[in-house]
């Protein structure tokens, strides 16, 4: 009975997401079942019990780290001059021996050796989840929450990286060129609908309401070239996305590319869409530059995902460290 409940009660809460959806009518940012107050959208999914019946399937052995490295020269986003990566050395070894920045002394420095790094980035580098306050529509993000009455010179004080909780979730990969016999996916290929079907098909997996679901482009492969990686990537087409959330009930996305969906748009009002679909409309978070690599290899297509990401007070956006652990 307790099941039954909870099954309708995720039924009536996709319901109202879809009637926000705002497709075939002017669209505009969705308004959450989950109270006015909500700031995290589709993580609501995640419930105590839904994530010990996950950890408990936890079949041992390896953990797939699901990060990438941070390096200077590494993609980035820089169509709209955001910065790069840089990190630069604040004290070396060396140079505490002539500064003697802690008043220890020549003898101390040249004894204890010390070693301080600083870095600068954007918040969109790396593998790292949008929050719900990235893209909105009409001055307005997730909620209804308006830009003119939450975002101060400190950031939003609404649906900002700090509010996303520690993601406990059964989460599901779905390698489309793998199944196409493919090593990655060709430049600015959309992902659709069927494609996704198709796969899940030769996986023998499926999606259950309340998964996070992670799409391989195969793009990663080249990650340590910035430019090839960057230059005019697949991604997933609106269609998919749509299938993703509204038939199958998925609570977040994720991929192994940067722009996480494919240019240019599909619609002409619109730059972005995927972005503001999954964020403005839906509440569900993004997750981009996920390494999938090594869980393609094993044909690891099911597993228990953990991930937490920086609590950056007001942004929108935060590095995350992803981890897969395969289940029985």
Do not use: C
Not at 9 to 17: F, H, Q, W
Not at 183 to 208: C, F, M, N, T, W
Not at 269 to 283: K, R, S
């Amino acid at each position: 009975m307790k099941k039954l409940l909870a099954e309708l009660l995720l039924l009536i809460t996709l319901a109202s997401l879809l009637a926000n959806a705002g497709y075939g009518a002017e669209r505009r940012v969705g308004v959450s079942p989950w109270g006015p107050d909500d700031e995290i959208g589709r993580l609501n999914l995640m419930t105590p019990e839904s994530q010990a019946r996950i950890l408990s399937r936890i079949a041992g052995g390896e953990a797939y780290d699901l990060s990438v490295e941070y390096f200077i020269g590494m993609p980035s986003w820089q169509a709209a001059g955001d910065p790069q990566y840089r990190l630069w050395l604040t004290h070396t070894p060396r140079g505490t021996v002539i500064d003697d920045p802690m008043h220890v002394g020549h003898e101390m420095n040249s004894h204890v050796s010390y070693t301080g790094t600083a870095v600068s980035m954007y918040t969109h580098m790396g593998t790292h989840i949008d929050a719900l306050s990235h893209f909105g529509l009409d001055g307005k993000i997730w909620n209804g929450f308006a830009a003119d009455d939450h975002l101060g010179d400190r950031g939003w004080r609404v649906a900002g990286a700090e509010k996303i909780p520690p993601i406990i979730a059964r989460a599901v990969l779905i390698d489309v060129p793998g199944n196409m016999g493919m090593d990655h996916l060709p430049d600015g290929y959309r992902i659709s609908k069927e494609d996704l079907q198709a796969a899940l098909l030769a996986q023998s997996v499926h999606i259950e309401v309340g998964d996070v679901v992670l799409i391989r482009t195969g793009r990663m492969q080249l990650y340590n070239d910035a430019i090839a990686y960057m230059d005019n990537p697949p991604g997933l087409g609106l269609d998919a996305a749509r299938y993703l959330i509204e038939e199958k009930g998925a609570m977040m996305l994720g991929a192994d590319n940067l722009s996480f969906e494919a240019f240019p748009s599909e619609l002409e009002d619109d730059y972005v869409p995927l972005h503001t679909y999954l964020l403005a409309e839906q509440g569900a978070p993004i997750m981009e530059l996920v390494f999938l690599e090594e869980l393609a290899r094993d044909g690891v297509y099911e597993f228990a995902f953990i991930a937490g990401s920086l609590k950056l007070r007001g942004a929108d956006a935060a590095p995350l460290r992803p981890l897969a652990f395969p289940v029985n």
